[in-house]
Structures are given as structure tokens and as C-alpha cells.
Nanobody
Framework: QVHVVESGGGLVQAGGSLRLSCALSGLAEQTYVMAWFRQAPGKEREYITTITWVGGAATYAASVKGRFTTSREKTENTVYLQMNGLKPEDTAVYYC??????????????????WGQGTQVTVSS
């Protein structure tokens, strides 16, 4: 059982930066894919980025590419999401998710088994 806890959300002005953390526990010696999703009020949960736990290869949604960077620190069992150039439309609850193995869809929420409780990011204009 993998336990996921996000932190680092808050209120920031447009153009500002935040770094979200995703603390993980219960990881086994196997391949995982970690992802960040976000969900704004009245909208579906949206894929932002993925990163492989072993190799650290990342993918990004077009809406955040060039502004957001994901990374993982294996010694700390933590995944990070550095968000720069924030815009009001980035306002959402941000979720960290984990899937075992690399098979299946990586950009859909249903592909992930473990989720955190989410952290609110609010960007003011």
C-alpha cells in the first residue's frame, strides 16, 4: 500500500512560483509512474505531468510545458512539482498519484491506484 501526501499549495500572485511536494511511503522495489493532476471547480481532473520513479523520465501537458517542472528525489521518497509563471487559470486542487508499472494510460486518472488528498493552489490576477 502506497501512501501519498501532498503539500506546498497556497495563494500566489500571477507570475509567481510555488513548489509542491508529494511525500511517498510504502514503495516497493518495483517500477512506478508518479503523476500530478489538478482539478478546478466544475471541471474534470486534468493531467499535468508524469515522471517515472526509476529513470526520472517526464512528460508534460501542453498547458504547463515550459512553466512547470517535475522531479523526484528517491533518497527522500518525494516527487516535486516546481511551478513558475503561474496564471489565474492554474488555480485548482493539485493531486499527486501513483501507479504500479508502466503499462496502461499515463494521462488518465483511472490509471492510477494511489492518490493524495490534494493541495489547493490559488493564483490571483
Amino acid at each position: 500500500q502506497v501512501h501519498v501526501v501532498e503539500s506546498g499549495g497556497g495563494l500566489v500572485q500571477a507570475g509567481g512560483s510555488l513548489r509542491l511536494s508529494c511525500a511517498l511511503s510504502g514503495l516497493a522495489e518495483q517500477t512506478y509512474v508518479m503523476a500530478w493532476f489538478r482539478q478546478a471547480p466544475g471541471k474534470e481532473r486534468e493531467y499535468i505531468t508524469t515522471i517515472t520513479w526509476v529513470g526520472g523520465a517526464a512528460t508534460y501537458a501542453a498547458s504547463v510545458k515550459g512553466r512547470f517542472t517535475t522531479s523526484r528525489e528517491k533518497t527522500e521518497n518525494t516527487v516535486y512539482l516546481q511551478m513558475n509563471g503561474l496564471k489565474p487559470e492554474d488555480t485548482a486542487v493539485y493531486y499527486c498519484a501513483v501507479k504500479r508499472g508502466v503499462n496502461g494510460a499515463w494521462s488518465t486518472p483511472s490509471g492510477y491506484e494511489y492518490w493524495g488528498q490534494g493541495t489547493q493552489v490559488t493564483v490571483s490576477s
